[in-house]
C-alpha cells in the first residue's frame, strides 16, 4: 500500500527555517513528479511547490519564491521542503503528494490537487511569535 509520511513541522518564530521530510513506501519517488501542498481550515489544497520526474523544472506559489525549495532523493525515496524566511501566512499543514499519473508535468493547471491521487497525513507548521 503506497504511504507518504511528513515529519519536521512544528511552531517557529517569523523569519526562521523548518525543513519538511516525505518518505514514501511502497512507491517509487523518482518516476513522479511530486508536490507539497498547504492547507488552511475553510479553504482548499493549493499547491506549493512541485518538482518534476527530471528534476529539472518546478513549479513555485508565488509567495515563496525565493524562500522555500524543494529537493528529491532518490536513493532514499524522500523529497524535502526548505522553507526560510517563513511568514505567519505560511501557517498551515503541508502534505507531500504525488499525482494520479506519471505523465503530470509541473504546470498549471496540473498543480491543482484534482490531479494528485497520493497524499500524506500532513505535518502542522505554525509561524507565530
Known amino acids: 500500500q503506497v504511504r507518504f509520511v511528513e515529519s519536521g513541522g512544528g511552531l517557529v518564530q517569523p523569519g526562521g527555517s523548518l525543513r519538511l521530510s516525505c518518505e514514501a513506501s511502497?512507491?517509487?519517488?523518482?518516476?513522479?513528479?511530486m508536490g507539497w501542498f498547504r492547507q488552511v481550515p475553510g479553504k482548499a489544497r493549493e499547491g506549493v511547490l512541485c518538482i518534476d520526474r527530471s528534476d529539472g523544472v518546478t513549479y513555485y506559489m508565488d509567495s515563496v519564491k525565493g524562500r522555500f525549495t524543494i529537493s528529491r532523493d532518490n536513493a532514499m525515496n524522500r523529497v524535502y521542503l526548505q522553507m526560510n524566511s517563513l511568514k505567519p501566512e505560511d501557517t498551515a499543514v503541508y502534505y507531500c503528494?504525488?499525482?494520479?499519473?506519471?505523465?503530470?508535468?509541473?504546470?498549471?493547471?496540473?498543480?491543482?490537487?484534482?490531479?494528485?491521487?497520493?497524499w500524506g497525513q500532513g505535518t502542522q507548521v505554525t509561524v507565530s511569535s
Open positions: 511502497e512507491f517509487t519517488v523518482g518516476n513522479y513528479a
Open positions: 503528494g504525488a499525482p494520479k499519473f506519471k505523465r503530470l508535468v509541473c504546470s498549471p493547471p496540473y498543480i491543482d490537487s484534482y490531479y494528485w491521487g497520493y
